[in-house]
Nanobody, 118 residues
Framework: QVQLVESGGGLVQAGGSLRLSCAVP????????MGWFRQAPGKEREFVAA????????NYRDSVKGRFTISRDNAKNMVYLQMNSLKPEDTAVYYC???????????WGQGTQVTVSS
């Protein structure tokens, strides 16, 4: 079973920063769009950010634009989410996501909790 492993979550005060990391098996990382999703209690999982494989294109949900930055290290098979100016409404479990460009197969990590206190 493919394992994407997230790390870096935790408790932070509003206005603070966290950096999430996701380690991805090489055979999955190559040729996949990488993304971050989140799910707050009682809510559906929602898209946060994505980074393309070859073009370097990034996309963000409107509420995190200017605060979050997704990046990928293609040499290390890692993807990151730098989160600045965190708000209580950013509190959620954050999931790493890989979508194969060729097969459209989707892989998920186990999630990492981010809690932002007011």
């Amino acid at each position: 079973q493919v394992q994407l492993v997230e790390s870096g979550g935790g408790l932070v005060q509003a206005g603070g920063s966290l950096r999430l990391s996701c380690a991805v098996p090489g055979r999955i990382f190559s040729g996949s769009t990488m993304g971050w999703f989140r799910q707050a209690p009682g809510k559906e999982r929602e898209f946060v950010a994505a980074a393309g494989w070859s073009t370097g294109t990034t996309n963000y949900r409107d509420s995190v634009k200017g605060r979050f930055t997704i990046s990928r290290d293609n040499a290390k098979n890692m993807v990151y989410l730098q989160m600045n100016s965190l708000k209580p409404e950013d509190t959620a479990v954050y999931y790493c996501n890989a979508r194969s460009i060729l097969t459209q197969t989707v892989y998920w990590g186990q999630g990492t909790q981010v809690t932002v206190s007011s």
